[in-house]
């Protein structure tokens, strides 16, 4: 069986349909391995994906394993798409994935990450806020300075325009703290809707495997009994036929001994009228 729409990736060979190998099992833990330490050295990197699955393919041809970018990221895709395909669906009668266990490790160290990455960028975001804002300030107020300054040289405007001025930078400034701090908590709720999910995936997982524990320890009982019952029925048959072959023996006994004193009367009787 061929990995479905993962070719070589190659521009030339005028257009053959090369196939690329099945993936073994322990080839496609090296993947998944591979995947999961560039998602831990990636954290404070950026890298671009061309680079990312280079890097994975030359993890794997360390490894002994010769596979392109392409085909390592082909393989990565459809090794998520079975594993979304199994949280989603129903936990007991749902698609088997494989290697749920390592692609779960692998997701919920992303997760950790990314919420490690959010604190620390609302944090940065935070400072620079802080640090941006009043340049931004100071630009509008030396702009509106200037023009208060023309205004106040030629007097041409009351000191009513100036303070309503005033009122509406201190409106605006009030709008964009709420702004931020309104972009903020809808960070901590989405962040807390992922974790929130990631720890029912978590339960519903321990529960499913707990039932199934449960299941097998029922069938194992009940496979017991039946055995039980199946050998003593058998020891009750083999009873009852012993019995019955003892009694069929001595009714067999019984008969042979009549017979032999019909016979032996028969022949006294015989000698007895020679005499």
């Known amino acids: ?15 053959r349909d090369e196939r690329v190998p099945q993936w073994g099992v322990q080839e496609t833990r090296e993947l998944i391995a591979a995947r999961g330490e560039l998602e831990r050295e990636a954290v404070g990197a950026r890298r671009s994906a061309r680079t990312l699955w280079d890097a994975v393919a030359s993890h794997l041809r360390e490894h002994g394993y010769r596979r392109t970018a392409d085909q390592c990221k082909c393989k990565w895709k459809n090794l998520v798409n079975r594993y979304k395909g199994k949280e989603t669906s129903d936990p007991e009668n749902g698609r088997q994935c494989p290697f749920f266990e390592e692609l779960h490790a692998v997701f919920t160290e992303r997760a950790r990450n990314m919420q490690r990455q959010l604190l620390e960028s609302e944090s940065g975001s935070s400072v620079k806020k802080k640090l941006k ?41 009030q ?27 978590d339960v519903q997982w321990h529960e499913m495997m707990e039932r ?52 032996n009367t028969l022949l006294n009787k015989l000698l007895q009228e020679d005499l």
Do not use: N, Y
């Open 212 to 263: 199934r524990s449960q299941e097998r320890l029922v069938f194992e009982q009940e496979w017991r009994q039946t055995m039980q019952k199946l050998e003593q029925e058998r020891l009750m048959l083999e009873h009852t036929w012993m019995e019955r072959e003892e009694q069929r023996r001595m009714r067999e006994e019984a008969r042979a001994e009549k017979r032999d004193a019909l016979l």
């Open 1 to 15: 069986m061929m990995e479905a729409g993962c070719g070589e990736g190659g521009g030339g060979g005028g257009g």
């Open 175 to 201: 709008r964009i703290a709420e702004k931020s701090r309104t972009g903020m908590s809808s960070i901590h709720e989405l962040l807390q809707d992922f974790l929130a999910q990631q720890h029912r995936m």
């Open 133 to 173: 804002r009043p340049s931004g300030d100071l630009s509008s107020e030396e702009s509106e300075d200037e023009e208060d300054e023309a205004e106040e040289s030629g007097d041409e405007k009351p000191m009513k325009s100036r303070k309503r001025k005033a009122a509406d930078k201190r409106q605006q400034s």
